[in-house]
């Protein structure tokens, strides 16, 4: 057994923290007005950093390493998990690296192994203006999405109890909540906890706020912010933070504890968690542990506000020490048992922990609440988390009976991931890859899964549906028979060989990709075995982002002429009889409208910014009058190109009306008319 390593001294990179990482996204696909729209999702996305995303993939390129790190990194033979002092110069070489070049203001790590603490430590600080060093055992990490393992964990409490049954009809269990009968096929605790319950997405304006006094009881949340459901249940997973937040609600209503309350009492407590919280903001003994977050301002770090899940607590509020979660992480690993005291009973870890949906059965799947993940052949569950500003990850391996939680204060949430990696490649390395397939049939399927394709989840119904321009990917088809896929999972594209019917090897990478097609050999799905809660699926034509950018352009190009033929034309255009002068004025009014229409979205998206996170401003509901005027007067133009057509200069009108109706069609598909807010 290795000895417990404690912090012995602040390290911190005091250079400023990055800016959210969705921001860049959107500057580097920004193009003309869909750059605009776009900013609708980054503002959004930007406060709630990725907490209600499940975590994302590492990118394949390596991050650069000093030769120090490198000496430490060598993984061949094996490194001896229980040799303290090397596990310590590991993190401290791989930690050095990650706060040096990724602006990392505090982070902490805790490795546990057959029932103990093997080892934690803290890096940088929990306050930089005050010097004070991040504690392990004390600083508060914001653990976002981690927080779901311990709703998860009080939904099998009362399975135990008798009091929840996993296969029953949610509405059974809520009251003044009603989950409509959209399909045949009631949604039940199973199907939330595998992440199958086939709710749309949906954050826009009221996920996240840093205003205490704007926080809602969860069955309010519940009642207000409804998603529509798009599929029946148990068939497809895509991740919900509503469906999460739900069986919170669930756990008040049948306890009949507030869930604050409940998990304070039945797991905190128990578990002798007593640097934790999931109430907000933290009870006032935790204050004084509380991280500061930071963001980059004028090239220097800011301190940012803490943020209130409010509403949706159960799916993202918990603030929690490192060395604490090791308690919860021993218990889930020792069949329920921390101590002398059982939060569950062994055979109910079990099946907690064992595989209940997969989308391919050759890669890992979800469990009840925890997912199962592959590193280096290794199986694993645990579950990742993110708020704008912190990002963890929480791993168990039960057949090793390891668990390692690492936790970053940074806008940079790949860090975890790089970390995570580099621990399981220096102490549980790869196995030999598996060799490439060739042939005709390879090079035909290539062809045949290449096209768009987009995530399960994502919004349908409401203005949150444009996030999906920043989502979709590209699979496009090689010569040999590999496949390149852009998009949102780095900054480089990755290019996978294929291993297998259906089942390709990312090149340079550790993750593989699998199809799934109909009857009629048509591809419908792409996964991902690192997202087994969210797969990807076939992108009609008309919502391809490829197809919209494409037809945008050329709309706007029209506007522009027919703004500089007007400008030329002036004199000829009065001499005109009536209709044709009135088309030619009314083509000029749509595109006059549709750039400042443009222009004002920008302006408004830019000077409320973040303000998205926690509500829709005034500015930009005024600001959708817009689009709707936009659509009547294309509609006018239309009708009076139709009564003017009688020459060449009705061509012209004829293109411009053209595209006022294509900018109208992406208005109305990406729900951008009207007011359509969650």
Same mark, same amino acid.
């Given at each position: 057994m290795g000895t417990t390593f404690i912090a012995r001294g602040p390290r911190v990179n005091e250079r400023a923290l990055d800016t959210s990482a969705a921001r860049h996204a959107v500057n580097r696909r920004g193009r003309g007005l869909v750059s605009a729209s776009l900013w609708i999702a980054c503002a959004a996305l930007a406060p709630l950093g990725a907490w209600a995303e499940p975590p994302r993939a590492t990118a394949p390129e390596p991050a650069p390493t000093p030769a120090a790190v490198s000496d430490v990194n060598a993984t061949s033979p094996r490194a001896d998990l229980n040799d303290g002092a090397a596990l310590e110069s590991f993190f401290d070489g791989v930690f050095d690296v990650e706060m040096k070049e990724h602006h990392v203001a505090g982070a902490a790590v805790a490795v546990v192994k057959d029932g103990q603490l093997l080892f934690t430590k803290g890096y940088g600080y929990q306050d930089i203006d005050r010097a004070i060093p991040i504690d392990p055992y004390k600083t508060l990490f914001r653990i976002g999405s981690t927080t779901k393992l311990l709703t998860w964990t009080s939904v099998m409490q009362l399975v135990e109890q008798g009091k929840l049954d996993l296969d029953k009809d949610v509405n059974a269990y809520l009251k003044d909540v009603k989950i409509p009968a959209t399909y045949d096929k009631p949604i039940t605790l199973r199907d939330i906890m595998t992440h199958t319950s086939g709710f749309e997405e949906g954050f826009l304006g009221y996920l996240i706020t840093n205003d205490p006094q704007k926080q809602i009881p969860i069955k309010e949340a519940m009642q207000r912010h409804m998603p529509a459901r798009v599929r029946p249940p148990g068939v497809m997973s895509s991740y919900s933070n509503y469906a999460t937040a739900l069986a919170g609600l669930i756990v008040e209503q049948v306890s009949g504890e507030p869930y604050n309350d409940y998990i304070a009492r039945h797991i905190f407590e128990p578990l002798d968690m007593q640097f934790a919280a999931v109430q907000e903001p933290v009870p006032q003994r935790l204050e004084p542990y509380v991280a500061t977050n930071y963001k980059q301002k004028n090239g220097a770090p800011v301190a940012e506000k803490y943020e209130i899940v409010g509403g949706f607590r159960p799916a993202g509020s918990g603030a929690v020490s490192a060395v604490d979660v090791t308690h919860f992480m021993i218990? /889930?690993?020792?069949? $329920?048992?921390? $101590?002398?005291?059982?939060?569950? !009973?062994? %055979? #109910?870890?079990?099946? @907690? /922990? !064992?595989? &209940? +949906?997969?989308?391919?059965?050759r890669f890992p799947g979800m469990a009840l609440g925890f997912y199962h993940s592959n590193h280096n052949g290794l199986d694993a569950i645990g579950h990742g988390g993110d708020v704008a500003y912190c990002h963890t990850d929480l791993l168990l391996i039960p057949a090793r009976q390891v668990g390692l939680f690492v936790s970053f204060y940074t806008t940079d949430n790949r860090v975890r991931e790089r970390v995570v990696e580099a621990f *399981?490649?220096?102490? *549980?390395? &790869?196995?030999? %890859? &598996?060799? #490439?397939? #060739?042939g005709a049939d390879v090079v035909a399927a290539a062809r045949r899964y290449a096209g768009s394709y987009e995530f399960t989840r994502r919004n349908h119904s409401k203005i949150d549906k444009l996030l999906s321009f920043t989502t979709q990917m590209s699979v496009s088809a090689l010569p040999n028979g590999n496949l390149v896929v852009s998009g949102v999972l780095g900054p480089e594209p990755w290019q996978f060989r294929p291993v297998g %019917?259906?089942?390709?090897?990312?090149?340079? $990478?550790? +993750?593989?990709?699998?199809?799934?097609?109909?009857?009629?050999? /048509?591809? #419908?799905? @792409?996964? +991902?075995d690192f997202l087994p809660f969210m797969p990807m699926e076939r992108t009609p034509w008309y919502e391809r982002t490829g197809f919209w950018y494409g037809a945008l352009a050329l709309a706007f190009l029209m506007f522009v002429a027919a703004l500089v033929r007007a400008g030329f034309r002036r004199r000829e255009i009065k001499a005109l009889p009536v209709a044709p002068r009135r088309a030619e004025r009314l083509a000029l009014a749509v595109a006059a409208w549709a750039l400042a229409t443009v222009a004002v979205f920008a302006a408004v998206l830019a000077i409320n910014g973040e303000g998205f996170s926690s509500g829709i401003p005034a500015s930009f509901k005024l600001a959708l009058t817009m689009p709707v005027i936009f659509v009547v007067l294309a509609a006018v133009l239309v009708i009076a190109t139709f009564r003017a057509w009688k020459d060449r200069r009705s061509v012209f009108l004829s293109l411009v009306a053209l595209a006022a109706v294509v900018f109208s069609l992406w208005l109305w598909q990406w729900n951008v008319l009207g007011w359509q807010f969650g």
């Open positions: 218990a /889930h690993l020792q069949g $329920g048992r921390y $101590g002398s005291n059982q939060i569950l !009973k062994p %055979e #109910t870890a079990q099946l @907690m /922990h !064992k595989t &209940a +949906f997969q989308l391919d059965p *399981f490649d220096r102490y *549980f390395p &790869a196995s030999p %890859e &598996a060799k #490439t397939v #060739t %019917e259906n089942l390709y090897q990312q090149i340079g $990478g550790k +993750f593989h990709l699998a199809f799934r097609s109909d009857a009629q050999g /048509h591809p #419908t799905h @792409m996964f +991902f």
